[in-house]
């Protein structure tokens, strides 16, 4: 621009000088930049006494454009058309909206976040969601998703972490199958329960439950799922009893969808945690949603507390 400026008197010359090839006039060009006419030809005389030659022939019924007018009227119209994309571009993106990647389990997003989805929606406006889905264990690498939900992982080289929810479990069912039914109680009643699983070790009855596992003679029936979001819809559903996870069910508790089917809660002591990878820039957008998450999921914890009675119990280390 610099070269530029030492080379014609002023950039609003040229801009006069367009609209006056574009329109044919010079009367025209004044009106489109709010001058008067005489204010208009002072510019364009200006500018072609600069050049040393002529740009329009000037004719009674307007201005035609001298050969070397056209010259500069072609490399004008093009810089200005460049320039006119470049500003709605500029322009849209302040618009677009921002996309946001989240991995999360598939009965989280189903029964936790779906039916938050007005409200979130209210918070972030400007944002589309994308879900990149875990069907079973929270487990492995989170890739380059803006968000993710583990468990257990603090920050490290490689991570952002900040807590998220402990992990609580307690059995759950429909309301009508626990008036079916009655709860899940010791001793075990002969007749048995359908007990709901997850076809995954790590998530297993025996593990967090004790004595009801036992498939061989046990009075209950088994019915497992590859999809933990399918085994609490079936809960749901009045098909059975399953271990419920809070993160996932609070919401179906607080609505009363589903109910304890036991008065004892396990605690594990684990703790969810949301992560971040450190190879990409923290946008203030995920920080928000980040702080959205984790108010809500506060709010589930402390009013699920009269919801399941007991304060909760360490998980079992032997079946009772």
């Known amino acids: 621009m610099s070269e530029l400026a030492r080379l014609i008197p002023s950039p609003r010359s040229l801009l006069i000088f367009e609209a006056a090839a574009r329109s044919g006039s010079c009367s025209a060009a004044a009106r489109e930049f709010n001058l008067t006419q005489p204010s208009a030809s002072r510019n364009i005389a200006q500018l072609e006494a600069r050049l040393g030659v002529p740009l329009f022939t000037r004719h009674p019924t307007g201005l035609e454009l001298t050969a070397e007018g056209r010259v500069l009227h072609r490399a004008l119209a093009d810089g200005f058309d460049r320039i006119a994309a470049a500003i709605h571009e500029i322009a849209a993106q302040g618009t677009r909206k921002q996309v946001v990647e989240l991995s999360l389990s598939t009965a989280f997003v189903t029964h936790w976040f779906i039916p938050r989805l007005g409200d979130f929606h209210a918070a972030f406006p400007g944002v589309d969601v994308r879900f990149q ?67 995954d070790p790590l998530l297993d009855w025996a593990l967090l439950w004790g004595g009801v596992h036992g498939r061989d003679g046990s009075p209950h029936t088994w019915i497992a799922f590859s999809d933990y979001a399918v085994v609490i819809q079936a809960a749901m559903n009045g098909e059975g009893i399953a271990l419920g996870w809070t993160t996932t069910v609070a919401r179906a508790l607080q609505e009363g969808k589903l109910v ?61």
Do not use: Q
């Not at 479990?169 to 899940?184: D, F, T, W």
């Not at 203030?284 to 949603?289: D, G, N, Q, T």
């Not at 998450?293 to 919801?307: H, S, Y």
């Open 133 to 199: 889905l875990i069907s079973g264990t929270l487990r492995g690498a989170i890739g380059t998703v803006d968000l993710a939900m583990r468990m257990g992982s603090e920050a490290d080289d490689e991570h952002h972490s900040w807590p998220f929810a402990p992990e609580l479990v307690v059995p759950v069912c429909s309301p009508a199958y626990l008036a079916r039914n009655g709860p899940l109680e010791r001793p075990m009643r002969a007749a048995g329960h359908v007990l709901l699983h997850l076809s």
């Open 260 to 320: 304890a089917a036991s008065g004892r809660v396990v605690r594990t002591g684990k703790t969810y945690h949301l992560l971040a990878p450190r190879t990409k820039p923290l946008r203030p957008v995920v920080l928000a949603i980040r702080d959205w998450l984790i108010g809500e999921m506060a709010g589930d914890v402390a009013r699920l507390g009269p919801l399941l009675g007991e304060s909760g119990c360490p998980a079992p280390s032997a079946p009772f």
